[in-house]
Protein backbone atom coordinates (compact mmCIF):
# COMPACT_ATOMS: atom_id res chain seq x y z
CA UNK A 1 0.00 0.00 0.00
CA UNK A 2 1.82 3.28 -1.03
CA UNK A 3 -0.53 5.92 0.01
CA UNK A 4 -3.05 6.37 3.49
CA UNK A 5 -6.71 4.85 2.64
CA UNK A 6 -9.80 4.32 4.81
CA UNK A 7 -11.93 1.98 4.73
CA UNK A 8 -15.99 1.97 5.13
CA UNK A 9 -16.96 -0.60 7.98
CA UNK A 10 -19.87 -3.48 6.38
CA UNK A 11 -23.25 -3.58 8.52
CA UNK A 12 -22.71 -6.68 10.12
CA UNK A 13 -18.64 -6.32 10.90
CA UNK A 14 -18.97 -6.85 14.77
CA UNK A 15 -21.40 -9.99 14.39
CA UNK A 16 -17.98 -12.19 13.61
CA UNK A 17 -14.30 -12.64 14.19
CA UNK A 18 -14.20 -8.54 14.77
CA UNK A 19 -11.43 -8.33 16.99
CA UNK A 20 -9.64 -10.65 14.48
CA UNK A 21 -10.60 -7.96 11.27
CA UNK A 22 -9.61 -5.05 12.93
CA UNK A 23 -5.92 -6.32 13.91
CA UNK A 24 -5.44 -7.35 9.89
CA UNK A 25 -6.83 -3.76 9.11
CA UNK A 26 -3.85 -2.43 11.67
CA UNK A 27 -1.23 -4.34 9.96
CA UNK A 28 -2.50 -2.60 6.89
CA UNK A 29 -1.90 0.63 7.61
CA UNK A 30 -5.29 1.82 7.42
CA UNK A 31 -6.01 5.51 8.08
CA UNK A 32 -9.53 5.99 9.46
CA UNK A 33 -11.92 3.56 10.02
CA UNK A 34 -15.79 4.87 8.92
CA UNK A 35 -18.88 3.69 10.07
CA UNK A 36 -22.39 4.20 8.58
CA UNK A 37 -25.61 5.80 10.00
CA UNK A 38 -27.88 3.16 8.97
CA UNK A 39 -30.40 0.82 10.17
CA UNK A 40 -30.74 -1.15 7.13
CA UNK A 41 -27.49 -2.53 5.72
CA UNK A 42 -26.95 -0.57 2.63
CA UNK A 43 -24.92 -3.57 1.11
CA UNK A 44 -26.15 -6.63 2.01
CA UNK A 45 -30.10 -5.86 3.15
CA UNK A 46 -30.15 -9.45 5.03
CA UNK A 47 -27.44 -8.90 6.85
CA UNK A 48 -27.30 -7.29 10.62
CA UNK A 49 -26.87 -3.58 10.82
CA UNK A 50 -24.70 -2.12 13.62
CA UNK A 51 -25.84 0.95 15.94
CA UNK A 52 -23.13 3.97 15.78
CA UNK A 53 -22.55 4.34 19.55
CA UNK A 54 -22.14 0.80 20.43
CA UNK A 55 -19.86 0.15 17.61
CA UNK A 56 -18.07 3.14 18.18
CA UNK A 57 -17.30 2.38 21.99
CA UNK A 58 -16.26 -1.41 20.36
CA UNK A 59 -14.05 0.30 18.04
CA UNK A 60 -12.25 2.43 20.91
CA UNK A 61 -11.96 -0.02 23.70
CA UNK A 62 -10.33 -2.79 21.01
CA UNK A 63 -6.88 -3.18 21.62
CA UNK A 64 -6.05 -3.84 18.06
CA UNK A 65 -8.02 -0.25 17.09
CA UNK A 66 -5.06 2.07 16.13
CA UNK A 67 -7.09 4.41 13.47
CA UNK A 68 -8.34 7.28 12.96
CA UNK A 69 -12.68 7.29 13.22
CA UNK A 70 -15.35 8.98 11.21
CA UNK A 71 -18.52 8.65 10.21
CA UNK A 72 -19.99 8.89 6.23
CA UNK A 73 -22.55 9.94 6.98
CA UNK A 74 -24.70 11.15 9.93
CA UNK A 75 -28.13 11.79 8.55
CA UNK A 76 -29.06 15.30 10.39
CA UNK A 77 -32.84 14.68 9.09
CA UNK A 78 -33.36 11.39 11.30
CA UNK A 79 -33.21 13.26 14.80
CA UNK A 80 -34.85 16.09 16.17
CA UNK A 81 -31.92 19.01 15.88
CA UNK A 82 -31.27 18.52 19.99
CA UNK A 83 -31.08 14.94 19.98
CA UNK A 84 -28.30 15.34 16.95
CA UNK A 85 -25.95 17.27 18.80
CA UNK A 86 -26.92 16.16 23.05
CA UNK A 87 -26.51 12.46 21.89
CA UNK A 88 -24.57 12.31 18.76
CA UNK A 89 -22.26 15.57 17.35
CA UNK A 90 -21.12 16.18 20.91
CA UNK A 91 -20.04 13.06 21.90
CA UNK A 92 -18.33 12.54 18.70
CA UNK A 93 -16.75 15.39 18.22
CA UNK A 94 -15.40 14.89 22.02
CA UNK A 95 -12.86 11.79 20.15
CA UNK A 96 -9.71 12.91 18.84
CA UNK A 97 -9.41 13.91 15.30
CA UNK A 98 -12.82 12.42 14.56
CA UNK A 99 -14.19 12.66 10.64
CA UNK A 100 -17.58 14.12 10.90
CA UNK A 101 -19.81 13.48 7.64
CA UNK A 102 -23.27 15.21 7.83
CA UNK A 103 -25.78 14.42 5.07
CA UNK A 104 -29.52 14.63 4.55
CA UNK A 105 -30.73 11.44 3.39
CA UNK A 106 -32.38 10.50 0.35
CA UNK A 107 -34.35 7.62 1.16
CA UNK A 108 -31.92 5.26 -1.34
CA UNK A 109 -31.26 2.33 1.41
CA UNK A 110 -33.86 2.80 3.95
CA UNK A 111 -37.52 4.87 3.94
CA UNK A 112 -37.01 7.63 6.99
CA UNK A 113 -39.93 7.14 10.03
CA UNK A 114 -39.73 10.62 10.10
CA UNK A 115 -37.48 13.68 8.25
CA UNK A 116 -36.86 16.63 11.21
CA UNK A 117 -35.62 18.67 8.41
CA UNK A 118 -32.79 19.92 10.07
CA UNK A 119 -31.21 22.87 8.48
CA UNK A 120 -27.20 21.61 7.62
CA UNK A 121 -26.20 25.29 6.59
CA UNK A 122 -27.22 26.19 10.54
CA UNK A 123 -25.38 22.86 11.70
CA UNK A 124 -22.13 23.67 9.71
CA UNK A 125 -22.25 26.75 10.82
CA UNK A 126 -22.59 26.28 15.00
CA UNK A 127 -20.24 23.32 14.34
CA UNK A 128 -17.61 26.12 12.82
CA UNK A 129 -18.29 28.37 15.53
CA UNK A 130 -17.85 26.13 18.18
CA UNK A 131 -14.67 23.39 17.43
CA UNK A 132 -11.54 23.58 15.56
CA UNK A 133 -11.47 21.71 11.98
CA UNK A 134 -8.85 21.31 9.93
CA UNK A 135 -7.42 18.17 7.18
CA UNK A 136 -5.15 17.41 10.39
CA UNK A 137 -7.44 17.45 13.06
CA UNK A 138 -11.25 17.14 13.70
CA UNK A 139 -12.29 17.00 10.22
CA UNK A 140 -16.19 18.54 8.92
CA UNK A 141 -17.72 17.17 5.49
CA UNK A 142 -20.90 17.09 3.79
CA UNK A 143 -22.10 13.55 1.69
CA UNK A 144 -23.20 14.33 -1.50
CA UNK A 145 -22.24 16.37 -4.63
CA UNK A 146 -25.40 18.22 -5.54
CA UNK A 147 -25.19 21.90 -6.17
CA UNK A 148 -26.32 23.13 -2.64
CA UNK A 149 -23.46 21.35 -1.42
CA UNK A 150 -20.72 21.98 -2.90
CA UNK A 151 -21.90 25.73 -2.83
CA UNK A 152 -21.56 24.96 0.89
CA UNK A 153 -18.06 23.63 0.50
CA UNK A 154 -16.90 26.81 -1.11
CA UNK A 155 -18.65 29.04 1.56
CA UNK A 156 -17.56 27.20 4.62
CA UNK A 157 -14.25 25.69 3.59
CA UNK A 158 -15.44 22.39 4.62
CA UNK A 159 -14.58 18.50 2.67
CA UNK A 160 -17.30 16.75 0.54
CA UNK A 161 -17.74 13.47 -0.20
CA UNK A 162 -18.99 11.39 -2.96
CA UNK A 163 -20.50 7.80 -2.74
CA UNK A 164 -19.25 5.29 -5.50
CA UNK A 165 -20.58 7.05 -8.90
CA UNK A 166 -18.11 8.86 -11.70
CA UNK A 167 -15.61 10.94 -9.50
CA UNK A 168 -14.78 13.52 -12.74
CA UNK A 169 -16.85 16.02 -10.69
CA UNK A 170 -14.62 15.10 -7.20
CA UNK A 171 -11.94 15.78 -9.14
CA UNK A 172 -12.85 18.77 -10.47
CA UNK A 173 -13.78 20.10 -6.99
CA UNK A 174 -10.40 18.69 -5.79
CA UNK A 175 -8.39 20.87 -7.72
CA UNK A 176 -9.53 23.70 -6.39
CA UNK A 177 -8.37 22.51 -3.13
CA UNK A 178 -5.57 24.47 -2.66
CA UNK A 179 -6.94 27.75 -3.21
CA UNK A 180 -8.61 27.02 0.37
CA UNK A 181 -6.27 28.69 2.62
CA UNK A 182 -7.12 26.56 5.35
CA UNK A 183 -9.70 23.49 4.44
CA UNK A 184 -11.65 22.28 7.67
CA UNK A 185 -12.17 19.23 5.39
CA UNK A 186 -11.03 16.44 3.52
CA UNK A 187 -12.38 15.50 -0.08
CA UNK A 188 -13.12 11.82 -0.07
CA UNK A 189 -14.35 9.29 -2.87
CA UNK A 190 -15.92 6.14 -1.58
CA UNK A 191 -15.46 3.19 -4.02
CA UNK A 192 -15.71 -0.95 -4.45
CA UNK A 193 -13.76 -3.40 -3.40
CA UNK A 194 -13.53 -4.10 -6.88
CA UNK A 195 -13.86 -0.78 -8.83
CA UNK A 196 -10.54 1.10 -7.03
CA UNK A 197 -9.12 4.02 -8.90
CA UNK A 198 -5.62 4.31 -8.99
CA UNK A 199 -5.55 7.54 -11.22
CA UNK A 200 -7.17 9.74 -7.63
CA UNK A 201 -4.98 12.80 -7.23
CA UNK A 202 -3.69 12.54 -4.07
CA UNK A 203 -5.50 15.03 -2.44
CA UNK A 204 -8.58 12.94 -2.44
CA UNK A 205 -9.08 10.69 0.29
CA UNK A 206 -9.92 7.17 -1.14
CA UNK A 207 -13.01 5.83 1.35
CA UNK A 208 -12.71 1.74 0.31
CA UNK A 209 -16.28 -0.02 1.17
CA UNK A 210 -15.70 -3.36 2.39
CA UNK A 211 -18.60 -5.89 2.25
CA UNK A 212 -20.12 -8.24 4.48
CA UNK A 213 -18.54 -11.64 4.47
CA UNK A 214 -16.38 -14.66 6.55
CA UNK A 215 -13.07 -13.87 7.66
CA UNK A 216 -11.06 -15.57 4.66
CA UNK A 217 -13.22 -13.28 2.21
CA UNK A 218 -12.41 -10.05 4.23
CA UNK A 219 -8.76 -10.57 4.68
CA UNK A 220 -9.38 -11.10 0.36
CA UNK A 221 -11.07 -7.90 0.14
CA UNK A 222 -8.29 -5.69 2.42
CA UNK A 223 -5.53 -7.29 0.22
CA UNK A 224 -6.91 -5.75 -2.79
CA UNK A 225 -6.53 -2.14 -1.21
Not at 36 to 61: A, C, F, G
Not at 120 to 140: C, D, M, P, V
Not at 141 to 165: C, E
Amino acid sequence: MNKEVSVLLPGAFFENDYHRKLNYLTLKNINCIYIYDHSINPVETNQQMYEIKKSISLLQDSTEFNSHLGICVLNINKRKMSLLFSDYINPLLEIKNFRLGLGTGDNKYEIMEENFNNNLEAIISELISSYIFSTQGKNLFVGGTSDKKIDLVKKYSIGINQWLGNEEKLKLLANNIGKIKNPLGRFSHCQKIHKINTSLPSNLEQIFVLKDSNLEDFYSQVDKI
